[in-house]
């Protein structure tokens, strides 16, 4: 009889599960991820965007694997449990993830990898790993994926690094499940480059050959591809940000909590907000009305040192979009500010092991000496990125003063609203 489940799949064909691998995939806590889609509310852009973190799990837990083979057969030694620590850590890898992609992170919850914990520490997946002798705090951090957290994993970069499992199966599979041709990768590339070398500190580390360069500046370009054209598509992000609202509202009126929200599904969260929703935001998102676009400015028309607040402050942000309602004869509720950001987008930081054997480190400047899109990073990521001001209702919203505005200061902007000053 086989030691492996083989299970289908659209991306990889045939993923082989492992003894470890069937002793968790059915816990409750994994079963969950088959009910969150992959891409949040993409599925209303791109119809076939309906997969999910399950399909992604076992996809990220198969490249894991042929990545643990290659490395095997180049002559690196790892230890039996190291190999399986890596398997089931990439299988695990969104085990905390929120209903709806990462929109409720940008609303202000907690990361979804800390998430991880509670599922990982509790309940039948705990013991599920407890009965295979792993310990939940080994995977934590693996999944973590900080330096810090992991300096003495030397394939931590396995599943969360500038070359991880976890890129390489969701920019193939989301590009293939919307149907768009950006998200090309050459994985076999990639994957056969894969190494082990000394990283700064001297400790052996995830590292790509030089062979293996055109294919990963392949995925850097295909991930600022998929996030210009998918992931910040004008609808994707009106739907998103009305979600956002949706949820904070409701978590202020303590109609919902935060633990509740961090093991919903897509649908159940969705139905939930929809039973006592006084913004209608519940019900126009079922139906696809969306708010509409009153402004639209490329990030390359701003100064480049352009406040980050609008991403990383969800409350100033609120308080903003409701004064701005006010302002321009809307309701609170009925105008969102979405400016997001993801500066670390294209920036790698990993060893590369040239064809004489020496290593070199690609990270900041010294990457451009080796690849030619790091030199132009900066402007790439500019060109990704979109200033926008959504209505539920038609009104004239005026470009020149948002700009300004959302070029302010983060103590500026709360310092006006404090004041009752006009925003615009």
Same mark, same amino acid.
């Given at each position: 009889?086989?030691?492996?489940?083989?299970?289908?799949?659209?991306?990889?064909?045939?993923?082989?599960?492992?003894?470890?691998?069937?002793?968790?995939?059915?816990?409750?806590?994994?079963?969950?991820?088959?009910?969150?889609?992959?891409?949040?509310?993409?599925?209303?852009?791109?119809?076939?965007?309906?997969?999910?973190?399950?399909?992604?799990?076992?996809? @990220?837990?198969?490249?894991?694997?042929?990545?643990?083979?290659?490395?095997?057969?180049?002559?690196?030694?790892?230890?039996?449990?190291?190999?399986?620590?890596?398997?089931?850590?990439?299988?695990?890898?969104?085990?905390?993830?929120?209903?709806?992609?990462?929109?409720?992170?940008?609303?202000?919850?907690?990361?979804?990898?800390?998430?991880?914990?509670?599922?990982?520490?509790?309940?039948?997946?705990?013991?599920?790993?407890?009965?295979?002798?792993?310990?939940? =705090?080994?995977? #934590? @951090?693996?999944?973590?994926?900080?330096?810090?957290?992991?300096?003495?994993?030397?394939?931590?970069?396995?599943?969360?690094?500038?070359?991880?499992?976890?890129?390489?199966?969701?920019?193939?599979?989301?590009?293939?499940?919307? &149907?768009?041709?950006?998200? /090309?990768?050459?994985?076999?590339?990639?994957?056969?480059?894969?190494?082990?070398?000394?990283?700064?500190?001297?400790?052996?580390?995830?590292?790509?050959?030089?062979?293996?360069?055109?294919?990963?500046?392949?995925?850097?370009?295909?991930?600022?591809?998929?996030?210009?054209?998918?992931?910040?598509?004008?609808?994707?992000?009106?739907? @998103?940000?009305?979600?956002?609202?949706?949820?904070?509202?409701?978590?202020? =009126?303590?109609?919902?909590?935060?633990?509740? /929200?961090?093991?919903?599904?897509? =649908?159940?969260?969705?139905?939930?907000?929809?039973?006592?929703?006084? @913004? &209608?935001?519940?019900?126009?998102?079922?139906?696809?009305?969306?708010?509409?676009?009153?402004?639209?400015?490329?990030?390359?028309?701003?100064?480049?040192?352009?406040?980050?607040?609008?991403?990383?402050?969800?409350?100033?942000?609120?308080? /903003?979009?409701?004064?701005?309602?006010?302002?321009? &004869?809307?309701?609170?509720?009925?105008?969102?500010?979405?400016?997001?950001?993801?500066?670390?987008?294209?920036?790698?930081?990993?060893?590369?092991?040239?064809? =004489?054997?020496?290593?070199?480190?690609?990270?900041?400047?010294?990457?451009?000496?080796?690849?030619?899109?790091?030199?132009?990073?900066?402007?790439?990521?500019?060109?990704?990125?979109? #200033?926008?001001?959504?209505?539920?209702?038609?009104?004239?919203?005026?470009?020149?003063?948002?700009?300004?505005?959302?070029?302010?200061?983060?103590?500026?902007?709360?310092?006006?609203?404090?004041?009752?000053?006009?925003?615009?």
């Amino acid at each position: 009889m086989s030691q492996f489940e083989v299970v289908r799949d659209p991306l990889w064909n045939n993923i082989h599960l492992d003894r470890e691998a069937l002793a968790v995939v059915d816990t409750p806590a994994v079963q969950r991820l088959r009910y969150v889609r992959q891409l949040g509310h993409a599925f209303l852009v791109y119809p076939g965007a309906t997969h999910t973190r399950f399909e992604h799990a076992l996809g @990220t837990y198969h490249l894991a694997r042929r990545a643990l083979t290659q490395l095997a057969e180049s002559g690196a030694r790892i230890a039996p449990a190291d190999a399986q620590r890596i398997r089931l850590a990439a299988l695990l890898h969104d085990i905390g993830h929120y209903p709806f992609s990462h929109a409720l992170e940008e609303a202000g919850l907690p990361a979804h990898e800390g998430l991880a914990q509670r599922h990982l520490s509790d309940g039948p997946l705990a013991a599920a790993l407890a009965e295979l002798g792993v310990s939940a =705090d080994s995977l #934590l @951090t693996l999944i973590r994926g900080t330096r810090e957290a992991a300096p003495h994993e030397p394939l931590a970069g396995l599943v969360a690094g500038s070359l991880d499992v976890d890129k390489l199966d969701y920019l193939s599979r989301d590009a293939s499940m919307c &149907g768009v041709p950006y998200g /090309v990768i050459d994985v076999d590339r990639l994957l056969a480059s894969l190494t082990l070398a000394a990283g700064r500190d001297g400790r052996q580390t995830i590292a790509v050959h030089e062979k293996g360069l055109a294919a990963l500046e392949s995925l850097l370009f295909a991930k600022y591809q998929m996030y210009r054209n998918v992931y910040w598509h004008h609808a994707v992000r009106s739907a @998103t940000v009305m979600f956002k609202r949706l949820v904070r509202r409701a978590l202020a =009126d303590a109609h919902l909590r935060v633990d509740d /929200v961090a093991v919903a599904t897509d =649908d159940g969260l969705l139905q939930e907000l929809q039973g006592r929703d006084p @913004t &209608g935001l519940a019900r126009a998102l079922r139906e696809r009305r969306l708010a509409k676009r009153a402004i639209d400015v490329p990030a390359t028309d701003l100064p480049d040192d352009t406040a980050d607040w609008p991403a990383g402050d969800p409350d100033l942000l609120e308080r /903003v979009e409701s004064r701005l309602a006010r302002e321009v &004869g809307l309701l609170p509720g009925e105008l969102f500010l979405d400016f997001p950001a993801k500066s670390a987008m294209l920036d790698l930081d990993l060893p590369l092991v040239r064809r =004489d054997g020496s290593v070199a480190q690609l990270s900041g400047g010294e990457a451009a000496a080796h690849l030619g899109l790091p030199r132009v990073a900066a402007e790439l990521y500019r060109t990704a990125r979109r #200033l926008r001001v959504f209505t539920l209702q038609p009104a004239t919203v005026p470009e020149r003063k948002v700009v300004n505005l959302v070029c302010a200061p983060r103590d500026d902007v709360a310092a006006r609203l404090a004041s009752e000053r006009a925003l615009l």
